[in-house]
């Protein structure tokens, strides 16, 4: 099982990332997708969640109306597109699959907003 984030990096407020998490080694249309983030002295926090079928999500109050997550299931990938970034976006973003008692997870990409 496998789960790499790419994406992140240095983007000034205001600005744009879209993060990518592919996944393999496990059927990944069967899982919901969901992304974390975990900035300096805090605790990781839920950013948003898709349905294995891409037919729910649900996001953190803090990224409402600023962040879109979605998925392409014939490509194993999930995304995160993140507009409208603020300094306090700021963390290692990571994304989890999901099922049962069964989670995976990445290793993280940072994404720092900073002018």
């Known amino acids: 099982v496998q789960l790499v984030e790419s994406g992140g990096g240095l983007v000034q407020p205001g600005g744009s990332l879209r993060l990518s998490c592919a996944a393999s080694?496990?059927?990944?249309?069967?899982?919901?997708m969901k992304w974390y983030r975990q900035a300096p002295g805090k605790e990781r926090e839920l950013v948003a969640l898709?349905?294995?079928?891409?037919?729910?999500?649900n996001y953190a109050d803090s990224v409402k109306g600023r962040f879109t997550i979605s998925r392409d299931n014939a490509k194993n990938t999930v995304y995160l597109q993140m507009n409208s970034l603020k300094p306090e976006d700021t963390a290692v973003y990571y994304c989890?699959?999901?099922?049962?008692?069964?989670?995976?997870w990445g290793q993280g990409t940072q994404v720092t907003v900073s002018s």
């Open positions: 080694g496990f059927t990944f249309s069967t899982y919901t």
């Open positions: 898709i349905t294995n079928d891409g037919g729910t999500t």
């Open positions: 989890c699959a999901k099922r049962l008692w069964y989670d995976y």
